[in-house]
């Protein structure tokens, strides 16, 4: 008998690839033959993913009259490209990951009556899974309670968390001991600007001059402000690891002590599953504000803090620094607390909804 095939539909950032791609390793150890559309941005993620994909067309509506109509011939296209590689494949299920890239697809999907899931990872439902939801077959959430989702699709709605990447994994915390190094952790730097690049190393430069020994800073930072953040942090005594990109995450959250980071649901669920307190600063600009929607679902555990951006000044941040450093309990309560908004088996539970959707349409 022939393995089903599952297609999947994401694009454009590692937040909606990253998740994509954590499912088809899941889906390929159950023997289903996946295949996923994305775009050109998407294409970039995918050099060691060892996983077979169409590139499609995509319409972006930002900016002038010109570029919503050649956004709009975009869309046309990649709709078009969809249904040609879809007729092909013959897909059990269609899964579409959010974004403009899910958008051709998950409509082609519908009108070949192909079963469909949106799997949203933020805990504000996004404007694409918005104009989708009412057609899907089934809508899984990365939190359990997401907002905007219409209430006649509430029914639709199962909640299965969020696919991580493999490397991320649960681990012990052990809070800072007296006097001994405390090793920061800093990420989300593309995003970074002016709170990351300057506000932090301010905040660094304020501490007590034994604290700021302690502190062993790991920062993700904008290549072009790289040279001026390192200046800054000079200022201080602290021991600094710049880099435009992280490696080894897996390792990295492992042996941090805090981290502060901007509010993506990879970041928000990552930060869960390895079990770290974390600050949380959401990107003032993300569509919707729908990164404080994730921080604040950490914030309810009891397992992160949240500060907005406009409010966050090197003394406020140098004194929540500070106490929280200086009283470790508190730390090692937010590691505990955090632990219980993350789904392990997220790829599991998503895999097990679409193997209940392939064998309702067998049945038809």
Known sequence: MENSKVVLAAGGTGGHLFPALALAKELSIHGEDVWLLTDKRGHQFLKEAN?????????????????????LWGLLQGIIASFHHLRRLKPSVVVGFGGHTSLPPLIAATVLRIPTVIHQADAYLGRTNRLLAPFVTSIATSFPHVEKIPSSCTKKVAFTGLPLRPEIKSADYDPPKDKGPVHLLITGGSQ????????????????????????????????????????????????????????????RYKKAHFIISRAGASSVCEAALVGRPILFVPYPYAMDDHQTYNAQQAVDAEGAWVRQEKDLTPQKLATLLSELINSPWQLQRAAVNIRSIVTPDAAQRLSTLIAHLTAQKEKI
């Open 51 to 71: 996983l077979s994909n169409l590139l499609i067309p995509v319409g972006r509506f930002d900016g002038s009259l010109f570029h919503k109509i050649k956004g």
């Open 192 to 251: 970074g600007a002016r709170v990351f690049g300057e506000i932090i190393p301010q905040a660094i430069q304020l501490l007590d001059p034994t604290l700021q020994k302690r502190l062993h800073i790991t920062q993700q930072c904008r290549p072009e402000s790289l040279e001026h953040t390192q200046t800054l942090y000079e200022a201080t005594q602290a021991t600094v690891e710049l880099a435009p990109f992280l490696d080894k995450m897996g390792e």
